[in-house]
T-cell receptor, first 115, second 112 residues
């Protein structure tokens, strides 16, 4: 069964450093998402991406965040200058374009620890 | 902004007991989705409900969508240890079907 993959599984970085989280969505999917989940809390929407541009973003997704689809397979989330409060699990998700079921397939996540 | 609330936050049951989690939205939803997240895992899609009053079953799981399309429930009959995890409901944000607002989830633990 196709799945979303994410690398790395765990990233430790110092405050102020840039990080890039990588995702490979399911190959025939056209909608891509990033979510984050602070430990023990709910899953929070960050951004959605379609047709090579951001379609929606949340108030969390400020100027420190950016997304990119540099080639036909990867989807990346960059945090320019990490803060302690950016420590969380970051999930990538993708969705097929067709159909009436809006099921999103989540990757296994990247645990980001900012020290 | 749109709020999706879930209760209870935690539920501990003995294996074999039933379990229900409830989801309420501040706005009418075009659809509602349910996801399960095992401890240390990622959310996995369970089901989507679209119609007012809809009821769907998956083995021991029963999902309902309220008549007003503002609330939903997930009921598990005769829980098993494999049911352990956090159950999230999620609704479309701001009328868009392509982004989700998740509830805080209900963490279910099952005592064998």
């Amino acid at each position: 069964e196709p799945e979303v993959t994410q690398t790395p599984s765990h990233q430790v970085t110092q405050m102020g450093q840039e990080v890039i989280l990588r995702c490979v969505p399911i190959s025939n999917h056209l909608y891509f998402y990033w979510y984050r989940q602070i430990l023990g809390q709910k899953v929070e929407f960050l951004v959605s991406f379609y047709n090579n541009e951001i379609s929606e973003k949340s108030e969390i997704f400020d100027d420190q965040f950016s997304v990119e689809r540099p080639d036909g397979s990867n989807f990346t989330l960059k945090i320019r200058s990490t803060k302690l409060e950016d420590s969380a699990m970051y999930f990538c998700a993708s969705r097929a374009a067709l159909g009436l079921v809006y099921e999103q397939y989540f990757g296994p996540g990247t645990r980001l620890t900012v020290t | 902004g749109q709020q999706v609330m879930q209760i209870p936050q935690y539920q501990h049951v003995q294996e074999g007991e039933d379990f229900t989690t409830y989801c309420n939205s501040s706005t009418t939803l075009s659809n509602i989705q349910w996801y399960k997240q095992r401890p240390g895992g990622h959310p996995v899609f369970l089901i989507q409900l679209v119609k007012s009053g809809e009821v769907k079953k998956q083995k021991r799981l029963t999902f309902q969508f309220g008549e007003a399309k503002k609330n939903s429930s997930l009921h598990i009959t005769a829980t098993q240890t494999t049911d352990v995890g956090t159950y999230f409901c999620a609704g479309p944000r701001g009328g868009s079907n392509y982004k989700l607002t998740f509830g805080k989830g209900t963490l279910l633990t099952v005592n064998p």
